[in-house]
């Protein structure tokens, strides 16, 4: 295991193309830490650098406490697994695995060895004989990480593993990346677009945007504690709702939206009153969305299914929000600040 940091990294293509600026991060040792962004955000560049696979225009790569910036991949005791899986199609499972094995030219039994141990942890010792083209992607996927868990690395570097997977599969092969991070406890650092994945599977997330980490966190500091409006509305489906106020920006989760019906009052000093007009509902199941405007601008209340409104599709309803939900951002900049006196 090991701690990996970066300093000030910096990656330029040129013509004024700057990938990643300047990023501070470092993760604990045995941390799940997700780099989380929209495409082009700079995510995965940052991990191809901290991979040796990229080399960084300026600042320091540190894994291990130990300035790696000159080191090639092989010499960073990393090991990568990327969207493709890239496996060799001629080899059988138990030949990709045991792969960086030989280049490494470890014995044979210690190769049996390790092949054993990872194929079990990772569920596939009765596939070893099979070709790639003969397994689910699910099982490509986990053939991809024994073959990076045998090199026995310090830290583990995946770009996006899943996105190849149908989304149930996705659901239980997270829950399987997971159990597998914690059996082995090794630093892994996970690329995703994809805030379910983020929320659901990192100790921290790391939002990154136009090559600038936003802001990082825990999964429920990011989500409830906003830094700005870009992570406002990266994360969470529907986004947050933010609905101008004088030189500010006021916003509050679609869940915070408790509807004022049946002669049943809104206390004035712990909750705000928004009036939501042409509203119409997208059920959901369990839950409902309401979509609708505030003052001329969109916005959205998540409710469950079976909570009536006091009012036809189309018409008007008032909604409360507790002021203890709002997040208060300047209209300018998108940063989160305090309420001000002339707020609401």
Request: hydrophobic share 40%; charged share 25%; proline share 5%.
């Amino acid at each position: 295991m090991a701690i990996v940091e970066t300093r000030k990294l910096t990656k330029d293509f040129g013509d004024g193309v700057r990938a990643v600026n300047e990023i501070d991060v470092r993760t604990t040792d045995g941390e799940f830490l997700v780099l989380l962004g929209p495409s082009g955000c700079g995510k995965t560049t940052l991990l191809r650098m901290l991979g040796g696979l990229d080399k960084q225009t300026s600042g320091d790569i540190l894994i291990g406490e130990r300035i790696v910036n000159h080191l090639p991949p092989r010499a960073r005791q990393i090991a990568m697994v990327f969207q493709s899986y890239a496996l060799y199609p001629h080899m059988s499972v138990r030949n990709n695995i045991a792969f960086p094995l030989k280049a490494a030219k470890l014995d044979k039994a210690e190769q049996s060895k390790r092949i054993a141990w990872a194929s079990g942890i990772l569920g596939i010792d009765g596939l070893l004989d099979r070709k790639p083209r003969q397994l689910s992607g699910g099982q490509r996927q986990r053939v991809a990480l024994a073959r990076a868990l045998v090199r026995e690395p310090n830290v583990f570097l995946l770009d996006e593993p899943l996105s190849n997977l149908d989304a149930q599969r996705r659901s239980s092969a997270r829950d399987e990346l997971q159990q597998f991070q914690r059996e082995i406890g090794t630093t892994t650092i996970y690329v995703t677009h994809d805030q379910v994945e983020a929320m659901g599977m990192g100790h921290r997330i790391a939002v990154i945007d136009a090559g600038r980490i936003r802001q990082i966190g825990t999964p429920r500091e990011i989500y409830e504690e906003p830094a700005d409006t870009f992570v406002a509305t990266f994360l969470g489906s529907p986004p947050m709702n933010l609905i101008p106020s004088g030189n500010e920006l006021v916003g509050f989760r679609p869940e915070n939206f408790v509807p004022v019906q049946h002669g049943n009052a809104v206390d004035a000093a712990s909750a705000v009153t928004f009036t939501l007009e042409s509203i119409r509902e997208e059920y959901l199941g369990s839950e409902k969305l309401v979509y609708g405007e505030v003052g001329g601008v969109k916005a959205v209340a998540r409710m469950a299914a079976n909570e009536p409104l006091p009012a036809a599709e189309h018409s008007t309803v008032t909604f409360g929000v507790r002021r203890s939900d709002l997040r208060i951002f300047d209209r300018e900049s998108g940063l989160r600040r305090e309420p001000t006196a002339s707020t609401l």
